[in-house]
Nanobody, 129 residues
Framework: QAQVVQSGGGLVQPGGSLRLSCTAS????????IGWFRQAPGKDHEGVLC????????YYRESVEGRFTMTRDNAKNTVYLQMNSLEPEDTAVYYC??????????????????????WGQGTQVTVSS
């Protein structure tokens, strides 16, 4: 059965760093586009960083560009979201999703594909002093 399990997250002070992991089983992440989304209380999901396998593009939300990066470890079937210089505004539940390469990275990040793909269970990131 295909599934995605997230790990990482937690409480960090402003300016700190965290790394989130997204590990798949039952399918290979290497063939999928990856989206990282976050949802703050009372708000909709917003795309943070998306990488498309359809055109090899990468999209960053403007507020995270230069601070967040994504890497893949195909041997571990895992992708990572490295978050540096964290700000209180980054506080949210973070989700990863793996979807077939149907969209560009900007299209993927524009609207969370809630009914498509393989979603992780979400992990809380809290940035506070």
């Amino acid at each position: 059965q295909a599934q995605v399990v997230q790990s990482g997250g937690g409480l960090v002070q402003p300016g700190g760093s965290l790394r989130l992991s997204c590990t798949a089983s039952g399918f290979s992440l290497d063939y999928y586009s990856i989206g990282w989304f976050r949802q703050a209380p009372g708000k909709d999901h917003e795309g943070v960083l998306c990488i498309s396998k359809s055109d090899d593009s990468t999209y960053y939300r403007e507020s995270v560009e230069g601070r967040f990066t994504m890497t893949r470890d195909n041997a571990k079937n895992t992708v990572y979201l490295q978050m540096n210089s964290l700000e209180p505004e980054d506080t949210a539940v973070y989700y990863c999703v793996a979807i077939p390469p149907l969209l560009t990275s900007q299209q993927l990040c524009a609207r969370a594909p809630l009914h498509l793909g393989h979603w992780g269970q979400g992990t809380q990131v809290t940035v506070s002093s």
